[in-house]
């Protein structure tokens, strides 16, 4: 049987069921310049060669603008 999020997240971690850890999100975004736009995030994701899904949690991030790590981690504690 599969697992079923309800809480409006699906496909926000790895592909596997688990949600994105923001370990894992700050390795993927390692270099980032900040400040730092959304499309700034995916970009540098995208060189770091994260996965399709870690590309598309950024992207679903409810802010457009990042003054820092905290910031983003902000803002994937609220996508969760």
């Known amino acids: 049987?599969?697992?079923h999020q309800t809480?409006?997240?699906?496909g926000s971690g790895q592909?596997?069921?688990?949600?994105?850890s923001p370990i894992?999100?700050?390795?993927?975004l390692k270099g980032v310049n900040y400040p730092a736009s959304k499309v700034?995030?995916?970009?540098?994701?995208?060189?770091?060669?994260?996965?399709?899904?870690?590309?598309q949690t950024?992207?679903?991030?409810?802010?457009?603008?990042?003054?820092g790590p905290k910031d983003v981690m902000k803002a994937l504690g609220q996508a969760h």
């Open 40 to 55: 700034d995030l995916v970009q540098q994701a995208q060189h770091n060669h994260a996965s399709d899904e870690v590309v």
């Open 7 to 10: 809480d409006g997240t699906a």
């Open 58 to 67: 950024i992207r679903r991030l409810p802010a457009d603008s990042f003054n």
């Open 24 to 28: 894992e999100l700050q390795k993927h």
């Open 1 to 3: 049987m599969a697992t």
């Open 15 to 20: 592909g596997n069921g688990k949600r994105l």
